[in-house]
């Protein structure tokens, strides 16, 4: 299994992979933490202590919105985009692509080999 | 490790986070549904639940910290309020002065509602200036205490540490919050001791003294406290040099009239004379008042707190430097030495004047 990704790396997009873990469903914290994790292959530890404090500060900031059940037999709180957390995703997305493809592109001019992983 | 760990990681979480009932309960309730998920799933893997409990509650990372992520959310909202707060306390205090111009003593040609209401109830009785003597000038009320007496009365308070394994930075930053104290450690004194600060602390100490609850907390850790202001965790090298002077007025215990006239309450069967006659010399008299009697009992005493209380902390002329120094004028006991071994020796006076039947309300003042 590969080295997980540097933390300075994952700052900057953690909000975008919440955001897009929520886009298919609402969901409780432990799951988004699976999904980021199984997606990322292992490469993003999403800690406890860096995912509760970021989806309260989603959701004080009207992007996601959280209720209370315990259909699963626990009683858990799932959160869910708003509308304005739809739109925020899209327009986050958009400026991720555009940037990969900035600094794809600068690597492609310096000429780096990549090794495959 | 139990999940009891878990309930005070969540206790401290959300002291540190000042939260209400409600949300109190409501981000328990969210962590521990996240902590049981995992648990389960840990010893689904074959984990042990004990090593599933503290690999679950590792991942959660230290309260300390967790509290910082969640507060830097809420900081926005914060300062909205603290605006909000300062706006309304500038308010009040431009009242509150206000109110003292009106109803200063003397100062208004008018009477003022006060006098009014005061002189009200009945015309031809002493003017009643209760209500007009009550507003003084000076500092307000609690301004006056100094941030360490208030230190002391804290340290007076019962407090409850109950911690399995909590860095001992943690449990410092909790007694901080819950007792609303300004506590330091002294990390350069800390670290020459090889005690980092977060040194794994286990202890469950319940309604005791907050002092009692830091002496053996600290010990156990080589360490120490003292305070100025500010309650200082160091290293007892270091605390031994934070001397202070305090004077205790011993009057009643030595049967010393006070300045005042009035004959105090007397030792019962004329003082402490059971303890051998302690060396004379040194002291000479004050002219005009041999008080031979009340010289030999404060030499007695002196004798008493410096046998019974931190032995070898008292300078005694050899070529040790000791930080305790102790000397008596006029039933006046003038004591320099840590703050610690300050708080023994009034509880050892307190004892002495239970024993000898004085009245502890009448104890003369510690001046520091």
Known sequence: MADRFPRELIRGSLELM??????????????????????????????????????????????????????TGRQRKWYELTPRGSKKLNADARDWADYAACVRQLLAAAKIRLAPT | MSEREFENYLALLTRLLRLNQQQTSALSAELRAHMEDRMDELQSSGVSHEDAVRQALAEFGDAAGLAHHFSD?????????????????????????????????????????????????????????????????????????????????????????DVVEMPLKDVVLYLSETHKLPIAMKLKFLDEASVPADTPVTKSLRGIRLATALDILLEDLGLTYYFNEVLFITTPADAKHRSEVRIYDCRDILAIPTAAGDQPDTLSGGGPADFSPPPRGGR?????????????????????????????????????????????????????????????????????????????????????
């Open chain 2, 73 to 161: 959310v809420s900081l926005q909202r914060k300062r909205r309020w603290i605006v909000r707060w300062t706006t309304f306390s500038l308010a009040a205090a431009f009242l509150f002065a206000l109110g003292l111009i009106t109803f200063w003593p003397g100062r208004n040609a008018a009477p003022g509602i006060a006098a009014v209401v005061a002189q009200a109830p009945n015309a031809n009785a002493q003017p009643a200036p209760t209500i007009v003597q009550e507003i003084k000038p000076g500092p307000l009320p609690g301004t006056r205490k100094s941030a360490s007496a208030r230190i002391e009365e804290e340290l007076n308070k019962t407090t409850t540490i």
């Open chain 2, 284 to 368: 000479g008299g004050f002219p005009g008042r041999a008080r031979p009697e009340s010289e030999r009992r404060a030499e007695q005493l002196i004798q008493i707190i410096k046998t019974n209380i931190d032995q070898d902390t008292w300078f005694d002329g050899g070529a040790t430097y000791r930080v305790g120094s102790i000397s008596e004028f006029n039933g006046l006991v003038v004591i320099t030495q840590t703050a610690q071994t300050h708080r023994k020796i009034e509880h050892l006076l307190s004892m002495l004047r239970e024993a000898a039947g004085l009245d502890l309300a009448k104890a003369g003042p510690v001046v520091r």
């Open chain 1, 18 to 71: 919440v955001l897009s873990v929520l886009a298919n469903g609402k969901k409780y914290g432990y799951l988004i933490q699976k999904e980021v994790r199984q997606a990322s292959d292992s490469r993003v530890d999403l800690a406890a202590g860096t995912l509760y404090p970021l989806l309260h500060r989603l959701e004080a900031d009207g992007l996601v919105r959280s209720s209370w059940d315990d259909d």
